[in-house]
């Protein structure tokens, strides 16, 4: 849990808005209530009811773009409606709202609900006069201190997204050629595991590794190798589904995760690469071919043992003259061979 929490910015933000948030609100709610304030009670009990069910949602599913758009929302109109009905002292509210939305969704959709929060409040002083703001110059501070606050967190948010993406950007791809490194490969396949097992989504991997690719660079210098590589990942890119992950395993090897895939679908994929790569990747001395080994994610199968079946058919493709695909097409359940024999397997 305190793993999750010191990994997941957005889920410890919104964790930590949400305790807030019903910890400071529950007892004007109760006030209210005791009091007879309604209207103003029942508001505080929703939005105290919602933050924490949006927690909880995002900690059960991982989403928390969801829970973060729905508590703006439900914060966003709660607070207008306590500053319409409470008048001045419900305009404080609006101070915190604005941080909160910063913290809870994009820049931009932030900026648009303080703008809606603004508007609706000076539309209802202007319609009700009197009922919001005490005179014309308390409404136009109001106003320019919001704006302030609300531009200042803009550009404060906006870099500082900014900067962790880039920060997790770094963390998780291979700086020569832009795929995903290896750490992000484990994490991946790790929820690829727990997605198969929880939700019966299938998945399949195609090992891939350049061949020769040794000669290329002993002939035409490693800047030219890396050449190679750079287009080889632009290639893939090009030729895969948009939900397909490509990461970089090692120096001329890479995994091609492919999520609802069958075995006719991971076969035609990895025949569809291979002749893209073999038609248009080219390198000084000419054309460059890949050899691919596939396998399909078994039920509770640990990560390492997709990889290791995917890893004996590359193996065998390299063995068989290269330039070729295996898929593992052994049942589910019979234990992995060891190199160099895979189990029944079917060249392309
Ligand atoms: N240019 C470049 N070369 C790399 C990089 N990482 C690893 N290599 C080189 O990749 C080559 C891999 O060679 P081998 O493992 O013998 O593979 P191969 O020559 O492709 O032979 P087969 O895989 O059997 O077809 C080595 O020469 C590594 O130095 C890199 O980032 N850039």
């Not at 949602?57 to 773009?65: E, H, K, L, M, S």
């Not at 439900?74 to 305009?91: E, K, Q, Y």
């Amino acid at each position: 849990m305190l793993k999750r929490l010191r990994n997941d910015f957005q889920l410890s933000i919104i964790t930590l808005m949400g305790f807030f948030g019903a910890l400071g609100i529950t007892p004007y709610a109760i006030y209210r209530l005791l009091h007879g304030n309604y209207l103003v009670g029942t508001a505080d009990t929703v939005i105290v009811i919602s933050t924490l069910s949006a927690v909880f949602y995002a900690w059960r599913t991982g989403d928390t773009v969801k829970p973060g758009i729905y508590l703006a929302c439900i914060f966003s109109v709660g607070s207008t409606l306590i500053a319409i009905n409470l008048g001045v002292n419900g305009l404080f509210w609006i101070y915190p709202l604005i941080l909160f939305n910063f913290f809870m969704v994009s820049p931009g959709k932030a900026i648009a609900a303080t703008l809606m929060v603004l508007l609706s409040l000076v539309g209802h002083a202007l319609w009700v006069p009197g009922s919001v703001f005490e005179s014309q110059y308390q409404m136009v501070s109001f106003l320019v201190t919001n704006m302030m606050a609300g531009v200042l967190t803009f550009i404060f948010a906006y870099r500082t997204r900014h900067q962790r993406e880039q920060l997790q950007g770094l963390a998780i791809r291979d700086p020569l050629t832009g795929a995903r490194n290896r750490r992000a490969m484990d994490d991946e396949l790790k929820i690829a595991v727990s997605s198969k097992r929880r939700h019966g989504r299938s998945y399949s991997v195609l090992a891939m590794d350049l061949d020769h690719f040794k000669q290329i660079n002993d002939q035409y210098g490693h800047p030219a190798g890396d050449q190679v590589l750079v287009s080889f990942v632009a290639l893939i890119k090009a030729g895969s589904r948009k939900e397909d992950r490509l990461f970089r395993v090692g120096g001329e090897e890479f995994l091609l995760l492919l999520p609802d895939t069958s075995l006719s679908g991971l076969e035609a994929a990895a025949a569809h690469l291979q002749k893209l790569v073999r038609e248009l990747l080219r390198s000084p001395g000419g054309t460059v071919s890949v050899s691919i080994g596939g396998a399909i994610l078994r039920t509770d199968e640990p990560w390492p043992n997709l990889l290791q079946r995917a890893d004996q058919c590359l193996y065998q493709a390299k063995s068989a003259g290269r330039d070729c695909t295996i898929i593992d097409r052994s049942e589910e359940g019979s234990p992995v061979a060891s190199l160099p024999t895979a189990g029944p397997a079917t060249t392309l």
